[in-house]
Structures are given as structure tokens and as C-alpha cells.
């Protein structure tokens, strides 16, 4: 089975090394060395000023909105986020568990990202803020989103799951809004076993955020916040400083597929159009929409009968979900877009994206018999 997406496990010998330090300095967590020292060489890779390592990327989204003052507080009125159905649950549901209700605009019919106008709408005197996703890697409108939000009073927290090493404009994507978090896990493209940050906008908030990873102690005896645990360990940064090394590695062989995908599907699927002003691509996935949910599903089975997994990223969409409450009618372009969007494998060799390449032909072949009546 050629699976979805295969984790990056980097050189043994040099992750034994990080260990063996690990071992002689017996310091397991609480911000230690490797993780002091990878928040240094992500920032410096990133270009970025103030970012905080986290145990995963869905604590990352928690915490910003804790700092930020967006969760809500005892005795006040639920406060409301506005954000995108079209994205991994997790962005949702980290507003659900932080007592803030998400409320879904509608996502742009060629970028698949948030589109800004459907934000003034859905604002109440409830809502705190917005939280857009760079999805799949692409920039969402920052400067429309912007916009809303200072007009609005709202603060701005992406997910910026996707956008790792992504460049907008000359700078880190990651450096707009107020904060973005960012994912680790095994499954994105740089990772550290299970992990995430935070990249903040203004030092202060970062320093809030600090001390609430670590329960909300900002000295051993003093407690200044209700915090909680959400600190990286010296094992995951470890393996983040492995993985780091080598990601030109890890990447080289997803770009190569990439570019394969785009050029043999361009004809008869459509891709997510890209911002004009990002510089690069993150190739984590490659996401395509066909004609229609039925061509989807012939596609994703061919796939399976060869045994190459494709996934459904993401569906359903997120305000076709119960339990996050979605309060409007489901979101037009976006329950579009799920119902005939599949991801198709990231992270084998030539040889195998070759041969999904080969099944993929096959299917245009006879989607375009079937569309002519000549069999
Ligand atoms: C992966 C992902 C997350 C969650 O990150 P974890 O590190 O797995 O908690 C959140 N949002 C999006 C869009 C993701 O793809």
C-alpha cells in the first residue's frame, strides 16, 4: 500500500547523538537545552522573532487564544470566532474547547482559503476573532483579513498548520495576524514526532504564553495565570533538530512528485489557485477538486484497487458537523469543495509516484471515453 503520507524518520546516528546528550545531562523537559536550541534555529530559519515551542499544534491553537484573550472567562458571555469549515478539525474544535463558540464563513471558490467577505457578516458583539487557515500551504487574504479585523476589533490567530517554511512577500507567512500556530506532528513535513509552536506577534503575548504552557508559574513559587502543560519535550526537539538538518531531504522528493501531480492533472482537475504573492509551496499535500463528488469517489476507488491510499482532505466540512454547533446553514462553496477534493500521496519515491501517475492516466482515459459515448 503506497500510503497518504509517510513520516520523515531522519539519519539514526545523528538522533543517538542528540540521545547520548540527553543521557549525560539527565534534563528530560522544562524548556531545556534542545529545546532552547531548536527555538533558536527555527526563528532563525523561519526569520521570525518570537516563537514558542509546544507539545502539539492543536495546544499551539489553544494557548494563542488564552493569551490573546479570545477564550472565554468566567462569568462573561460566550464569546464566538469566526473561521473556515474547510480545514482539519482541530481548528475548530481547540475554539469549542476553549469556551469559544466557532461560527463558519465561507471559503473562497479558488483559493480554498477564508474569504474575507464573508467575515462582516457573521461578526456579533460576541465575536473576539478570526481565525483563518492558510490551507494546503496558500495564503489566505491577509491584507483583506487585516482589514475586517481592525475594523472590526478583532485579533487574528491563523492556523498555520500548512505554512511551514512558506515565504509571503519576502517574510515568513507565518509572521502575520497577532499569532500563528503551527503543527509538529509526524504527518506535516518538518516534524518532531508530536509537537507544534507558536509565532507571536508581539513579545508580550509570547511571555504570556510562556508561562501558561507551564501551568502559569512564571517562578518556581509563583503562580500568575490558571495555566497548563503543554511544553515540548528534549526527546521531540531532538528530533526536530534531526529533522531540521535534513529537510531539504525530506522535501526534494515531495516537490518531485508535486510538479508530476500538477502537470498530469492539470488538464482534467482543478487545483487550488495559489497567492500570487507566496514565494513557495510547502508540498505537505497535494489536494485536487474533480468534476463532481462521482468522479471523485471513481478516482479515489481506482486508486485503492491499485493500493494507493487517498485521502478526503477535508471532509465533511466542518459546519456539516453536530457537534460544533454551527448556527447558520452550511456553507455553500466549502460543502462543495469537500464533497470532490482528495489528497493524493505525499513522501514515496519516483518509482511510486510513477506508478500512481500510470493509474491516474488510466482514469482520465476513461473518463474521457465515457464523456464521448466511444468505448
Ligand atoms: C495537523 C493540523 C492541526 C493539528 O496539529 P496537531 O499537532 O496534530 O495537534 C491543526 N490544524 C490543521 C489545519 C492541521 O493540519
Excluded at 527555538?39 to 487564544?65: D, I, K, P
Excluded at 507558536?198 to 501558561?212: G, N, P, T, Y
Excluded at 526537539?237 to 498530469?264: K, S, T
Amino acid at each position: 500500500m503506497i500510503p497518504v503520507s509517510r513520516p520523515y524518520l531522519p539519519q539514526r546516528e545523528k538522533l543517538d547523538a542528540y540521545l547520548d546528550g540527553i543521557y549525560a545531562r539527565n534534563r528530560l523537559s522544562n524548556d531545556g537545552p534542545l529545546v532552547q536550541e531548536l527555538t533558536r534555529r527555527l526563528s532563525s530559519f523561519l526569520g521570525v522573532e518570537h516563537l514558542l515551542l509546544v507539545a502539539n499544534g492543536t495546544l499551539a491553537l489553544q494557548v494563542a487564544y488564552r493569551a490573546l484573550g479570545v477564550s472565554t472567562e468566567a462569568g462573561k458571555s460566550e464569546p464566538n470566532a469566526i473561521t473556515t469549515p474547510l480545514t482539519f478539525v482541530a481548528t475548530a474544535s481547540s475554539l469549542k474547547w476553549e469556551g469559544v463558540d466557532p461560527v463558519f464563513g465561507d471559503v473562497d471558490a479558488e483559493t480554498w482559503c477564508l474569504d474575507p467577505d464573508s467575515i462582516a457578516p457573521r461578526v456579533t458583539q460576541d465575536t473576539r476573532a478570526v481565525v483563518p487557515v492558510h490551507l494546503f500551504g496558500n495564503a489566505c487574504d491577509v491584507e483583506a483579513i487585516d482589514t475586517v479585523a481592525r475594523d472590526y476589533g478583532l485579533r487574528v490567530i491563523y492556523d498555520g498548520a500548512h505554512a511551514f517554511g512558506v515565504r509571503y512577500r519576502g517574510e515568513s507567512l507565518l509572521s502575520r495576524g497577532d499569532a500563528s500556530a503551527v503543527s509538529f506532528h509526524a504527518t506535516k513535513a518538518f516534524h518532531t514526532v508530536e509537537g507544534g509552536a507558536i509565532v507571536f506577534r508581539h513579545k508580550a503575548d509570547l511571555e504570556q504564553a510562556r508561562s501558561l504552557i507551564n501551568f502559569g508559574q512564571t517562578a518556581p513559587d509563583r503562580i500568575e495565570a490558571v495555566g497548563l502543560n503543554a511544553k515540548m519535550s528534549e526527546f521531540h526537539a531532538a528530533m526536530g533538530l534531526c529533522v531540521l538538518d535534513e529537510l531539504e531531504h525530506c522535501l526534494a522528493p515531495r516537490r518531485e512528485a508535486w510538479h508530476a501531480y500538477e502537470a498530469e492533472l492539470g488538464g482534467w482537475a482543478r487545483m487550488q489557485r495559489r497567492s500570487s504573492s507566496v514565494e513557495n509551496n510547502s508540498y505537505v499535500y497535494f489536494p485536487v477538486a474533480f468534476a463532481d463528488e462521482a468522479q471523485m469517489h471513481a478516482v479515489k476507488n481506482a486508486l485503492e484497487r491499485a493500493e494507493i491510499q487517498a485521502r478526503r482532505y477535508f471532509y465533511p466540512a466542518l459546519d456539516r458537523i453536530p457537534d460544533l454547533n454551527p448556527v447558520r446553514p452550511p456553507s455553500a462553496r466549502a460543502g462543495d469543495l469537500a464533497s470532490r477534493m482528495l489528497c493524493l500521496p505525499m513522501g514515496q519515491d519516483r518509482s511510486e509516484t510513477e506508478y500512481v501517475l500510470e493509474i491516474l492516466r488510466g482514469m482520465s482515459r476513461s473518463m474521457r471515453m465515457q464523456a464521448t459515448g466511444d468505448d
